[in-house]
């Protein structure tokens, strides 16, 4: 799999947007949660998928409203994800690029996922961007269904300017990242 381009992504991310909402040039949740041919109600652990995220405990210090994730495993009563906006762009190219190894074919079609778990995550360091990423969900708190990104767009998912962060600026979000990444 080849890696990934932040400008080339960037730009497909541009491109991608305009296709998902019929040409107008911002993007939102509402609109993306309008394409009901890629709506489904439950998840596959390693597939892409956004939704829309009420969290629950409000004394989180903050939050995303509409996550980006990989389903990784089960909980009870919902599932942890690596919701991808908590990284800055770059960091998430990175993530990306190290999860496709995971991935279980090189196809990138709806057969494609990653098999991945945390002992996996947690174990090898080119998946160090992972840690601040992985987030406990609630089923009872997810208020939308599920958007699934088919594995050929993952790529280009990654750098639409979805995240809604509740609490906080993204760049506050992204600054303790970075804090949690180098272990402070």
Known sequence: MTPVSFAQNTSLAQSWMSEQVGGVNSINASSLLKDTERLVTSIEIGKMYLFTYDAKTKNLPYHDRFPLIFPFNTAKGGFYGINMHYLPHMM?????????????????????????????????????????????????????????????????????????FVGATKQQVHRDSKRIIQGR
């Open 92 to 164: 998430r190219a990175k993530l990306m690029d190290a999860l496709l190894s995971l991935a279980n074919n090189t196809l990138m079609n709806d057969t494609t996922k990653l098999k991945m778990s945390y002992e996996v995550l947690n174990g090898a360091s080119k998946f160090g961007y992972f840690k601040p990423c992985v987030k406990h969900y609630l089923n009872s708190q997810v208020k939308s269904r599920f958007l699934s990104v088919p594995s050929h767009q993952w790529k280009t998912a990654l750098f639409l300017p979805l995240e809604q």
